[in-house]
Each structure stands twice: as structure tokens, then as C-alpha cells.
């Protein structure tokens, strides 16, 4: 059964009438919202490290702790971008490729147990190869170094042997190949629990949804 909320009517000359509707968007929001509330605990645990806070400001991760709420947004370019995911992955599946890869790693800080947590897009365990799918307005100075890091810090994990970048803009699809270098994780971690790095990319700061709230934040 289909529910339609009715915002207004349109009268298009031989089409008939035609009523705005949520139904669609409606199905969307509810599985973001889901993912999102599923995760919320996990993400005020001090003792949880995301491989995306390891790449990304240390003090990014004390506001997420603090105000985890404020990172729920629902918008058209992540959409977009979840929805390419989910048929690039598909595609990737019929190739051999598991889906949404959770892997973790107990790391030892000053006698503290941590555990590193990430989630790759794709594995492929027979040829031990990554792939990140990533969506972007702009394809100008892909590949990015965080992204780059981030594959890194997978692989070292997993142990993999290589890994696919795979980026996906408006007006162009690129592949990068990544080579796996050791990386030395445990540091990573300490610079990230310590809040040691902030930001750690000068263009951060204009896109964290914590900048208003930020002492460290850059202006431009």
C-alpha cells in the first residue's frame, strides 16, 4: 500500500494532475536513519577508533563523542553517493567481491586497549585486492591523500596486496591503483587519542559540521 503526503497539485496541460509524494524519499531517509541509529552508542565509545578518524582531524573525534547527533544529514550528494555505491558493489559482487567488509584491529596505547574498527566497500579475498568507491563533485586533485591513506590503513589490516581507488564525478570515472607501504598504525592512533592533529588537512575545517563549535578552526 502506497501513502502519499500531498505538499500541492500541479495541473500540466494533458498529463492529468500529478501530486508531489514522499514515498521514495521516505524509504530512503528510514534506512540512513537506521544505519545512523545503529551506530550511535558504538560512536561515544572512547575505546572505539574509526579508520576514518585516523585520517581525518583528532579533535573532529572528541566532538563526535560529545555530539555524535550532529552528524546526521540527509542530503542529495550523499545520497547520490550511497546509491552508487550500492550499484558499483552489485556489479563488484557478481566479480567474486564481498560487500561492506568490517574488519578491526586491537591496538595497545600506554597500556590501553583500543579497537580499530573500518569498513571497506569491496574485498576480494581469492586475489586479496580492495576496492573504495568514492563519489565527488569535482574530480581536481584526485587521488586525494586521505583517500589514499585510508586504502593504506585498510590493507595493513587485511594484509592485502594492492588496492583500487575508484572515483565517480560528473564528468569522469578514474581508477588508481594503490600499492601497499607499511604504515605504522599505533602511532596513528596515538596522535588521534592524544588530539594531537588538528585539522590534519588544511581544507577540513570547511566542511566539518563541528567547525562552528570548533577552538582549532581555520579561516580563510
Not at 94 to 122: C, H, L, N, P, W
Not at 189 to 216: F, G, M, Q
Request: hydrophobic fraction near 35%.
Amino acid at each position: 500500500m502506497l501513502y502519499y503526503v500531498v505538499f500541492g497539485c500541479f495541473n500540466l496541460s494533458g498529463t492529468g494532475k500529478i501530486i508531489s509524494s514522499d514515498y521514495v524519499m521516505g524509504i530512503i531517509y528510514g534506512l540512513r536513519l537506521k544505519d545512523f541509529m545503529e551506530k550511535l552508542e558504538e560512536s561515544k565509545d572512547p575505546k572505539i577508533i574509526y579508520v576514518n578518524d585516523l585520517v581525518s582531524c583528532s579533535h573532529k573525534r572528541l566532538f563526535r563523542m560529545k555530539f555524535p547527533e550532529l552528524q546526521f544529514r540527509f542530503e542529495p550528494p550523499m545520497i547520490l553517493g550511497e546509491l552508487v555505491h550500492r550499484g558499483l558493489e552489485d556489479i563488484l559482487k557478481d566479480r567474486g567481491f564481498e560487500q561492506e567488509v568490517s574488519i578491526e584491529k586491537e591496538v595497545k596505547i600506554d597500556g590501553e586497549t583500543y579497537i580499530v574498527k573500518g569498513r571497506m566497500d569491496a574485498f576480494n579475498k581469492d586475489n586479496g585486492v580492495v576496492i573504495e568507491i568514492k563519489t565527488a563533485r569535482s574530480s581536481q586533485g584526485v587521488p586525494h591523500r586521505h583517500h589514499i591513506l585510508q586504502m593504506q590503513i585498510y590493507m595493513n589490516i587485511i594484509d592485502a596486496k594492492e588496492g583500487l581507488l575508484v572515483y565517480i564525478t560528473p564528468d569522469r570515472i578514474l581508477e588508481y591503483k594503490v600499492i601497499k607501504e607499511t604504515i605504522d598504525i599505533d602511532e596513528l592512533v596515538r596522535e588521534t587519542i592524544n588530539d594531537a592533529v588538528h585539522p590534519r588537512w588544511d581544507w577540513e575545517c570547511r566542511y566539518c559540521v563541528y567547525s562552528k563549535l570548533c577552538p582549532y578552526r581555520i579561516t580563510e
